[in-house]
């Protein structure tokens, strides 16, 4: 008896053991029971590997398996080999329900078998229906509503719905939802194939849907989105991002709540070759007159709508050879109607010309968040991120946009003179008009490009309050700024950027140019008064620009040359007209020491020239030291030329002009009469001896000279040649001055524009009115005259550095040494970069 006991105790030891040793391997068996005519298939079978682990098996009868398969009416006891069967195979279950046959069992749909009596692997149910083509199927989904997904996105709680429909025999995709959207029903012809995905841990034990029948929907398919608050909704054609099928109908419809606004947006579309009928998308906007609304895939869609609508997008018959792809992805935005969509705005651009205004979002980064659209809408349902206002008609804009300050403004204005004789007589204001000011968005850029003739006219603005250059050492601090570049096709030429309170009154520009008003500010609405230019065409000059100044002694003004960070562009001229009072001295200043500058070809220079007496400095800016701080007691040219400079090695100057009141006491003329005086001789003395030294770098006065680059962007008509001689060399031409005459070089352009080969020409001295013309060339009263030294060979008596060689010609070559005799030296192996126009 004990023995016995003891045996039974064992035994059931053991059994305990065993079952404890079992249980936690999770190597159950399961049993799957599908019932008779159910028309359900349960398969399961290996899914996507996760991670690389030791085999797994399905095991019946002690038989290791990797596929098993329960037919309607079977019943199978399975178990698995290893105690993590999730990672290693999925379940499927298919029902099929044929309508054709029989009656169709519409209503809630059942998961079946139920979810807990089947092992804890993913899970996918389908339900292939098939149905008479004359037979709408509607799918119902109870909350939570479907959300759709693009391809390559995924559902964070790894639910989702696949369905497809088909068309003939070919299965047509509609589209892979998540939950948590707006989608409530789905309507279907001919049949449909919804497939919903459970990963093993999910614990619904519900399909979530109903289907019910319809009769005939006449298309592909209608889809119904509800929104029941703010929120939006991305959709996507059928197959996308594969083609949508042929010559299909597909129908969205959206139920809005009154009190919301909705707007449709392109995401991303493709049209097809069509070779009948036309793509197009078709609304049914409540409200509208006209409807169906007619839309083509690229025009804006509309926005602000009340109320629900539908909207269709309607394939056409392909070109069989190129059938191309009709694809299209949206987004249906739903928002509080802003306050601003109650408020119309005009914008009379009727007595404009060449004007356009395009009110678009601000570039700022996407948050992750929700962000609210902002639409610009013209009339009430043309709404768009991006409008462009053109001039000729009058606008009546609205925004639907709760944050105004995520778009701004961005205008242009072209004013061109057409023929040269005309022009000269008219100017014109440069002013932002009103109404675009009155508008609730901020204005970033206005810009007016200024076209005029080549080589006829040339450009200059008048501000309404006189102009300070932005430079680091005075920055402007103003809303706004004027931006005054070229306009030329290939010449990257900035001027700087200029606000009111300064000491420029004028800025002149050789050729077309564009000024942008830029504000900064949202306060630029109260300085709006400082605003204004005025434009006139004035007589063609020689450099790039020529900046008017008139300083005052309560601060001190800084200039810049043009292109500042990127240096003066190669053979480019700029003059600076500095205005002295009277009874005031002005002192210049160079901020930098040297300048920095290698020359690959050409001459930089600098001349200051007194105006009254013409009297003039030349200094070579090539790796020299600038000129020391110098007092001016008369009006005063600046002109600094650039040579092509090797890269890297820029010319940029920014220089100070402060004014002080002249020193002139009694004591002070009676100490200059007389050491005056006393050092007349000895000054006449030293000048004798120091004269030659000192040409070198700087001529006073006396011998009227001048080196100055022929302009690249200079073309005179073509004149009689002086030189004609040929040379193959890259040498630097040296002359003298001869007569009143200067003696240029140019790069010419014949009558089709194309460049002839350089050439040495004659400039004709500015014909305009007196006193207008800068030291570019300078004046040409006091010239010797002016002899070519060397045109062929460089001179061994003038070699390069020495003091006799301080006039240089440079001329930049493009056209090749082919054309014979009019061929003048090629100065610039390396043509500059602004050359090719
Ligand atoms: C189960 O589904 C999840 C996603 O829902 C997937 O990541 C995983 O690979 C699936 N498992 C198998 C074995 O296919
Ligand atoms: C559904 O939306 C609610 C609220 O927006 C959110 O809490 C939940 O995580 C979402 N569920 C899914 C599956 O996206
Ligand atoms: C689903 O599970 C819930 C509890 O989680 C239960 O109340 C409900 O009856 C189940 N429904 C079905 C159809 O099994
Ligand atoms: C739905 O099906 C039932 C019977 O199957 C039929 O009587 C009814 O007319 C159908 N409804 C529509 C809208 O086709
Ligand atoms: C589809 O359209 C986009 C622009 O919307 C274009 O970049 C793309 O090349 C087009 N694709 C095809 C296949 O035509
Ligand atoms: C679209 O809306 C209009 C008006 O609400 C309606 O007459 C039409 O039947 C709708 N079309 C579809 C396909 O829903
Ligand atoms: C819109 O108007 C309401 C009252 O009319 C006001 O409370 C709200 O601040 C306004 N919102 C904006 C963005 O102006
Ligand atoms: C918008 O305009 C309508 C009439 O045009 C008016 O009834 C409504 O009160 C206005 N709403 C706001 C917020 O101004
Ligand atoms: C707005 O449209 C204009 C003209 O079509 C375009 O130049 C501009 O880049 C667009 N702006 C944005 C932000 O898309
Ligand atoms: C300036 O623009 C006008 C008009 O577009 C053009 O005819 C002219 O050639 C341009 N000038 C230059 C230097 O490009
Ligand atoms: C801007 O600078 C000027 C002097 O340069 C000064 O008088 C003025 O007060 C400044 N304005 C502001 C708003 O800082
Ligand atoms: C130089 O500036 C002064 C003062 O503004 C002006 O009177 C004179 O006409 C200017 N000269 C030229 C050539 O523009």
């Avoid at 068996?29 to 682990?53: C, D, F, N, Q």
């Avoid at 019943?75 to 046959?101: A, G, L, R, Y």
């Avoid at 800016?621 to 090695?649: A, T, Y």
Wanted: aromatic content about 8%.
């Amino acid at each position: 008896m004990a023995r016995l006991n003891c045996g039974v105790t064992i035994a059931l030891l053991g059994v305990l053991l065993l079952g404890a040793a079992f249980l936690p391997l999770g190597v159950e068996a399961s049993e799957i029971a599908v019932p008779r005519g159910s028309g359900i298939t349960v398969v399961i079978k290996p899914g996507t590997p996760t991670l690389p682990a030791k085999p797994c098996y399905i095991i019946i009868s002690r038989k290791p398996m990797t596929m098993l398969s329960i037919k309607s009416g079977e019943t199978t006891v399975f178990s698995f080999s290893c105690q993590n069967p999730e990672n290693h195979f999925v379940v499927e279950i298919q029902k099929n329900v044929d309508c054709m046959s029989g009656p169709c069992p519409f209503g809630e749909v059942r998961l079946q078998p139920s979810p807990s009596g089947l092992p804890a692997l993913n899970r996918t149910f389908i339900w292939d229906v098939t149905a008479h083509k004359s037979i709408g199927l509607e799918l119902q989904f109870s909350k939570p509503r479907l959300r759709q997904i693009g391809p390559g996105e995924s559902c964070p709680d790894g639910v989702t719905h696949s369905i497809s429909g088909r068309i003939d025999a070919t299965e047509v995709r509609i589209g892979t939802f998540c939950s948590n959207g707006t989608v409530s029903r789905i309507k279907m012809q001919e049949g449909v194939r919804m497939a919903l995905h459970l990963p093993w841990f999910h614990h619904r034990n519900i399909s979530g849907f109903s289907i019910a029948n319809r009769s005939s929907i006449k298309r592909l398919c209608i889809i119904e989105s509800v929104f029941e608050g703010e929120g939006s909704a991305t959709l996507m054609s059928a197959n996308y991002p594969d083609g949508f099928p042929e010559d299909e109908l597909m129908t969205w419809q959206f139920v809005i709540p009154a009190h919301l606004r909705a707007s449709v947006s392109f995401l991303n579309f493709n049209n097809s070759n069509c070779e009948k009928k036309e793509e197009r998308v078709e609304y049914y906007i409540p409200g509208s007159t006209t409807n169906p609304e007619v839309f083509s895939l690229k025009d804006k869609q509309p926005g602000n709508m009340a109320g629900n609508f539908n909207l269709s997008l309607q394939g056409c018959d392909q070109d069989a050879q190129n059938p191309g792809v009709l694809r299209l992805q949206f987004q249906v935005l739903v928002q509080h109607p802003q306050n601003e969509s109650n408020k119309t705005y005009l914008v009379d651009l009727s007595n404009e010309r060449a004007m356009s205004v395009t009110i678009e979002p601000r570039p700022i980064k996407l948050s992750q968040n929700f962000v609210r659209g902002c639409f610009v809408c013209l009339g009430p349902w043309s709404c768009s991120t991006n409008v462009t206002l053109t001039s000729g008609s009058k606008h009546k804009i609205s925004f639907l946009c709760d944050d105004l300050t995520r778009l701004w403004i961005n205008a242009e204005k072209t004013i061109s003179c057409m023929d040269h004789r005309y022009c000269p007589r008219k100017s014109y204001s440069l002013q932002v008009p009103g109404d675009i000011l009155q508008l609730p968005v901020q204005l970033h850029d206005f810009s007016w490009k200024l076209l005029v003739p080549k080589d006829s006219l040339s450009l200059a603005l008048v501000p309404a309050q006189k102009l300070q250059q932005h430079t680091h050492e005075r920055a402007c601090n103003t809303s706004f700024s004027y931006l005054v570049a070229s306009a030329v096709p290939g010449q990257d030429l900035y001027f700087g950027s200029f606000c009111p309170g300064g000491s420029i009154k004028q800025i002149q520009v050789k050729q077309n140019m564009s000024v942008t008003i830029r504000t900064f500010a949202p306060n630029f609405q109260q300085e709006v008064s400082r605003q204004g230019l005025t434009v006139s065409f004035i007589p063609h000059f020689k450099e790039e620009s020529v900046f008017t100044v008139t300083p005052d002694m309560k601060s001190k003004v800084y200039l810049r040359t043009p292109n500042w960070d990127r240096g003066l562009p190669s053979l480019a001229s700029v003059s600076w007209n500095i205005s002295v009072p009277s009874d005031q001295e002005a002192c210049l200043t160079f901020l930098k020491e040297r300048t920095g500058l290698v020359c690959q070809t050409g001459r930089a220079f600098m001349i200051i020239q007194e105006q009254r007496t013409r009297a003039e400095e030349i200094f070579s800016l090539e790796e020299e030291v600038l000129p020391k701080p110098s007092f001016h007691r008369h009006s005063f040219w600046v002109n600094i030329s650039n040579c092509s400079p090797v890269s890297g090695k820029q010319l940029d100057l920014l220089f100070r002009v402060s004014l002080s009141p002249r020193t002139t006491d009694l004591t002070v003329i009676i100490i200059a009469v007389v050491v005056g005086g006393a050092f007349l001789l000895f000054a006449l003395g030293l000048i004798i001896c120091l004269v030659k030294r000192k040409r070198k770098k700087e001529i006073n006065k006396g011998p009227a000279i001048g080196i100055y680059n022929g302009n690249v962007n200079t073309q005179l008509p073509m004149q009689p040649k002086k030189f004609q001689k040929r040379r193959k060399d890259n040498d630097s031409h040296v002359y003298a001055v001869i007569d009143d005459t200067m003696v240029y070089g140019h790069l010419l352009q014949d009558s089709n524009g194309s460049f002839l080969q350089p050439e040495v020409d004659t400039y004709r001295p500015f014909q305009g009115p007196t006193g207008d013309c800068p030291p570019s060339p300078p004046p040409i009263f006091s010239r010797a005259p002016t002899a070519k030294l060397t045109a062929d060979e460089p001179s061994p008596d003038f070699p390069p550095e020495s003091e006799s060689e301080p006039y240089t010609f440079s001329h930049p070559n493009k056209g090749n040494v082919s054309n014979g005799n009019t061929d003048i030296p090629l100065l610039d192996a390396h043509k500059p970069a602004e050359l090719g126009e």
